[in-house]
Nanobody, 122 residues
Framework: QVQLVESGGGSVQAGGSLRLSCVAS????????MAWFRQAPGKERDRVAS???????SYTDAVKGRFTISKDAAENTLYLQMSSLKPEDTGLYYC????????????????WGQGTQVTVSS
């Protein structure tokens, strides 16, 4: 049984930082693209950052230079370090896993966590 469990969300003021974590069980990390998506109320779920099986990271333009995605394969843990947070970063952040290939289309990802809320106030 596959489980993705996120933690680390919270409420911060603009300019602050948070680190999200996602512990995965039931999958072989090295075979999956891992990603963070976020969903604001009334909006589509968007990919924020992903890290491919070859450890190449990619980011949506809105977070480049502010967010860093990383993974610890030994611990099966995915991280998202978020700095210089803005109110528009507010949303429910999901950890996701997809076998082999990364894609921005959230509908075709294989596994999802339950989400962790990030709220940034101005």
């Amino acid at each position: 049984q596959v489980q993705l469990v996120e933690s680390g969300g919270g409420s911060v003021q603009a300019g602050g930082s948070l680190r999200l974590s996602c512990v995965a069980s039931g999958i072989t990390y090295s075979s999956y693209c891992m990603a963070w998506f976020r969903q604001a109320p009334g909006k589509e779920r968007d990919r924020v950052a992903s890290i491919a099986t070859n450890n190449i990271a990619s980011y949506t333009d809105a977070v480049k230079g502010r967010f860093t995605i990383s993974k610890d394969a030994a611990e099966n843990t995915l991280y998202l370090q978020m700095s210089s947070l803005k109110p528009e970063d507010t949303g429910l952040y999901y950890c996701a896993a997809r076998f082999r290939w990364c894609t921005s289309n959230w509908r075709v990802w294989d596994y999802w966590g339950q989400g962790t809320q990030v709220t940034v106030s101005s």
